[in-house]
């Protein structure tokens, strides 16, 4: 191994400290959506209420990304990383302390808010440890890792609430924090963004804006896409977003410079991302609850069922993270959401009668070397388009944008469940979202076309004083 491809302890510690954080963030997107049925029994909640207990958390991540990374920017994004551990771990148990529905989704909001600092915070010292050269390599593992936390999710969740109860779900992140917080102060190096004033406008509009666009979309199920509220949100969050594009353009010192998006690359990872999201957030959601539907399995046996899906993630995205520093992230984008799309095509097809488990193993397997292959391309085309001194920035637009691609990919396939007949013609429901699924697929292929075809520029060595 040449002396270019060497990773040193330190950049060890980085990788598996964010990582850590990554997984405790991602596991609880969707763990809690195992243990619904138990949470409802045993705090009498609503089929409204159970809904937020999922959105709430979705809900603050989506809307504080961008603002925490801009604070991480300036504040540092080892102290603010560790920040967000402190809040999601504290949050953590506020939630299994809950003894009444208002408090868990309370508590949820505030997790989301940890989440929404640590991810960005994240990928941006992951961003500022490794060189372009060995950048894609990391970003393979650490997106292995949490795609595969965020399948895990529902299994992982059964297997918690079946074993012991569902507080333990919340529970597991304390001891994990804990030990993460000090070990991220005493190994990871201090590294900041452009030194320049925090747009407190600016964040506060974009704040607003996402608030008001997420908010139309989760409610729009529950209140009616025509009501009131949820046009009034979708025309709020529209007239706010654009005052921030408006603001961004004329302020001296920009939270989000517009002129990234004059890269094509960038541009095109964050509409990829978007969309992969979409399909994979609505594809967990719905396929753990046709494993119970359709073959009568528990909890925990539907997420084992799974596992031709989740563990690709693992074994794939490392070695699509080495393709991508030596293709560009343009092939592994587009081929790899095309196979997503031939995955979630082909089990739409196959449920849409009377199946065997035997039958989905193979479609499963070819989405989930999709996914593997696509995740840590697009993260890549987002984040290694712009300077090393944007990465902070560029990493809370990708995170952004993912997870408002998981929010609308869930609440689009619940509404064409729902118009299938929902849970009184379930498989019908199922077959139909699945093949929304392939639709968002490759509608993100299409844009992994503007991609890069091959690295821009060509490895070299960065120095050391930028991580100071």
């Known amino acids: 191994m040449s002396s270019k491809e ?4 330190e950049q060890r510690w980085v990788l598996g400290l964010t990582a850590i954080g990554s997984v405790m963030v991602a596991l609880d997107v969707l763990v809690v959506a195992a243990a619904l049925t138990t949470i409802r029994q045993d705090l009498g909640a609503s089929i409204e209420q159970l809904e937020w207990t999922v959105n709430a958390y979705s809900l603050s991540f989506a809307m504080l990304l961008m603002t925490a990374a801009a604070v991480g920017d300036r504040w540092g994004r080892r102290r603010t990383f560790a920040a967000g551990l402190a809040l999601f771990t504290v949050a953590s148990i506020a939630c299994a302390l809950a003894t009444s529905v208002p408090l868990l989704i309370g508590a949820r909001a505030f997790q989301g808010a940890g989440a929404a600092v640590v ?18 390599w990391a970003i393979g593992i650490f997106s292995g890792l949490t795609g595969l936390a965020v399948l895990g999710g529902p299994m992982i969740g059964g297997a918690v609430t079946e074993g012991l109860a569902w507080q333990w779900i919340f529970w597991v992140n ?14 990871i190096r201090e590294s900041k963004g452009p030194a320049r004033r925090l747009d407190l406008r600016g964040a506060a509009l974009i704040t607003l804006a996402v608030l008001g666009l997420v908010w139309g979309v989760v409610r729009g199920a529950v209140a009616g896409w025509s009501s009131p509220e949820v046009v009034g949100s979708f025309v709020l969050g529209s007239l706010l977003l654009l005052a921030f594009l408006y603001w961004e353009s004329r302020a001296p010192q920009p939270m989000l410079p517009l002129s990234y998006f004059r890269s094509r690359s960038f541009s095109a990872g964050n509409t990829a991302g978007l969309f992969l999201t979409a399909a994979l957030f609505g594809a967990v959601f719905f396929l753990a609850q046709f494993m119970q539907a359709g ?27 080495r393709l991508v520093d030596r293709i560009g992230e343009r092939p592994l984008v587009v081929t790899g959401l095309t196979l997503q799309a031939v995955g979630m095509f082909w089990i739409s097809l196959v449920s849409s009668h009377t199946v065997l488990y ?37 990493s809370g637009i990708y995170s952004m944008m993912r997870q408002l691609g998981g929010v609308v990919g869930v609440a689009v396939l619940a509404a064409v469940f729902a118009a299938a007949g929902g849970y009184e013609s379930f498989i019908e429901g199922f077959s139909r979202a699945l093949a929304v699924c392939g639709v968002l697929s490759l509608l ?4 992994g076309l503007f991609a890069r075809q091959k690295p821009a520029v060509k490895p070299v060595a960065e120095p050391v004083k930028e991580l100071a």
């Not at 060497?6 to 302890?9: C, E, F, G, P, S």
């Not at 073959?295 to 699509?320: D, E, M, N, R, Y």
């Open 6 to 9: 060497r990773t040193t302890v």
């Open 119 to 136: 991810m960005p915070l994240a990928m941006g010292l992951l961003g500022a440890a490794f060189p372009p050269e060995r950048r894609g």
């Open 174 to 187: 304390v001891p994990v924090g804990a030990l993460a917080i000090p070990l991220v102060l005493r190994y």
């Open 295 to 321: 073959f009568g399995s528990g909890p925990l046996k539907a997420g084992l069922q799974l596992l031709p899906w989740t563990a690709t993630l693992f074994l794939v995205a490392p070695f699509a993270g």
């Open 358 to 394: 035997s039958e989905l193993v193979v479609p499963l397997i070819v989405a989930g070397c999709g996914v593997s292959m696509a995740m840590p391309a697009t993260q890549s085309a987002s984040i290694g388009s712009l300077p090393r001194e944007a990465v902070g920035v560029a």
């Open 444 to 447: 993100g292929a299409v844009a």
